[in-house]
């Protein structure tokens, strides 16, 4: 191979590697955002329940 095919080669391969990783990092994110989501209610749940009068 020449140079410059060993170059395009390199290049191809690291394309394909940052395009697995983007989409390995997307998905952790998605998961991230729902996991906050969650989060978020329970949190509201938990105010809600703290800032309800008390039973009589």
């Known amino acids: 191979m020449t140079h410059?095919?060993?170059?395009?080669?390199?290049?191809?391969?690291?394309?394909?590697?940052?395009?697995?990783?983007?989409?390995?990092?997307?998905t952790r994110v998605n998961e991230l955002r729902q996991e906050l989501a969650i989060l978020k209610e329970r949190m509201k749940a938990v105010s809600t329940a703290l800032y309800q009068d008390p039973p009589t």
């Open 4 to 26: 410059t095919t060993e170059n395009r080669t390199d290049i191809a391969a690291a394309v394909v590697s940052l395009a697995a990783e983007a989409t390995e990092l997307e």
